[in-house]
């Protein structure tokens, strides 16, 4: 029934917060929602996500050609998935809803060199709060990689579930050996939030994703639910078709969050039947130092900002949490009218606005992908000082 997994005092009020999301469309994340369901963590730290395996992250450069690159970046965009959009229900036993977080906020991690992989660097910055948008960059400068994209939400209900439309994408850049760069342009999944009734909300992924090369490789990752392609939750079916150095094409299928393999191939990269990714085997050592002070974070820093939020809301002390989260929204309103009031804006610090895109209209024009056009954040090329010394 209703609210089985809600703590009873809290039914009521997940109640109306349901019926406040069915009645509404646009920004979920400012809605006020019941103690239960709110996670201590801000939607700057997300893109921490894509660093989940450095290892494959740093293998996309060791390829030999860009057909065998493709298939690495594949397989290292569908190891992230499990990270993504299943980790919060794994470790805090169903989805939440992550710390709305303020314009300029800011998160820096990096992921230390192990068995030659490389360093890996990620920095994230709250660009836009009406609507939220998190742009942010990781780079292994070591192997020539750097991918930088950005991201917000488009939120509807239907047929009892949230629908998330991310808008945003993101670009991998490659450095080459002969010199020349390979761009790859990566969108993402739809996702739809179901067993909000019961109050225990979980990710499906459902629609298409892609991720297209300017050497002409293409890859359209459809993902289904239960009841479809294998009957499971979580399932997807990537085919892949290159050109480079010769026509070839490949599927693979599997569940995202477990095992997927190899269905169909053309070409002599992989091989029917071949296993391709196995989410649930043991990782090296994949320790992030996130959040830590450089000295160039201050007060804007997420976990700085949000620590006694956090603190409260871990600690089930939800008069502080949300006392102090007044404080922080308070603050901000009175900034945005003293800008208003200067005639100035914030500053970015680490983006630039960018109207339209290009690589996204150049590359997304291979899929006729809608929209056609779409804002981007350029990444100025700031990492700060400490970030880039070893
Ligand atoms: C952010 C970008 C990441 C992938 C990702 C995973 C989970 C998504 C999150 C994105 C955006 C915000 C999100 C969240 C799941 C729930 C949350 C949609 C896309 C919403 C705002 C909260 C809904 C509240 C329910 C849990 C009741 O790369």
Not at 238 to 251: C, D, E, G, I, K
Not at 288 to 296: L, M, Y
Not at 300 to 324: C, H, N, P, Q, Y
């Amino acid at each position: 029934t209703v609210g089985d997994a809600v703590p009873p005092a809290q039914r009521s009020s997940w109640i109306s917060f349901l019926k406040s999301i069915a009645s509404f469309s646009g920004d979920l994340s400012s809605m006020t929602a019941p103690p239960f369901i709110l996670s201590p963590v801000s939607l700057t730290e997300f893109p921490a996500y894509w660093c989940e395996h450095p290892e494959l992250f740093s293998a996309i450069s060791d390829a030999p050609d860009s057909e065998r690159r493709a298939i690495a970046v594949l397989k290292w965009f569908i190891s992230t998935l499990r990270a993504q959009y299943t980790s919060r229900t794994e470790t805090m036993g169903s989805e939440k809803k992550p710390l709305n977080p303020v314009l300029g906020e800011l998160f820096y991690g990096h992921w230390p060199d192990e068995n030659g992989r490389g360093r890996l660097d990620l920095l994230v910055e709250q660009v836009s709060h009406h609507p939220p948008v998190t742009a942010y960059c990781m780079e292994n400068r070591s192997k020539g990689l750097l991918f930088c994209g950005h991201n917000g939400q488009k939120t509807s209900f239907s047929g009892g579930s949230i629908i998330v439309k991310q808008v945003g994408h993101a670009v991998l850049k490659v450095k080459l050996a002969d010199g020349n760069t390979e761009d790859f342009l990566i969108t993402f999944p739809r996702l739809r939030i179901d067993g909000l009734w019961y109050g225990s909300p979980y990710i499906e992924l459902v629609d298409t994703s892609y991720i297209i090369s300017s050497t002409g490789s293409v890859c359209t990752i459809d993902y289904k639910g239960k009841g479809y392609f294998s009957g499971k939750s979580h399932s997807f079916k990537a085919n892949l078709s290159v050109s480079a150095p010769m026509h070839a094409t490949y599927a693979v299928e599997g569940l995202w969050h477990m095992q997927s393999k190899v269905a169909a191939s053309s070409g002599s990269a992989l091989a029917k039947g071949d296993p391709f990714f196995d989410a649930t085997a043991p990782q090296e050592d994949v320790t992030a130092v996130g959040g830590e002070d450089n000295g160039e974070m201050g007060e804007f820093e997420t976990r700085r900002l949000w620590e006694k939020v956090a603190k409260g809301i871990r600690e089930g002390d939800f008069e502080m949490a949300s006392r102090e989260k007044t404080k922080i929204e308070n603050e901000q309103r009175q900034r945005r009218r003293d800008e208003a009031a200067a005639g100035t804006k914030w500053p970015l610090k680490h983006f630039e606005y960018m109207p339209s895109d290009e690589t996204y209209e150049w590359l997304g024009a291979v899929v006729r992908i809608t929209p056609s056009t779409e804002e981007g954040y350029r990444f100025v090329g700031n990492w700060p000082a400490s970030m880039t010394k070893d």
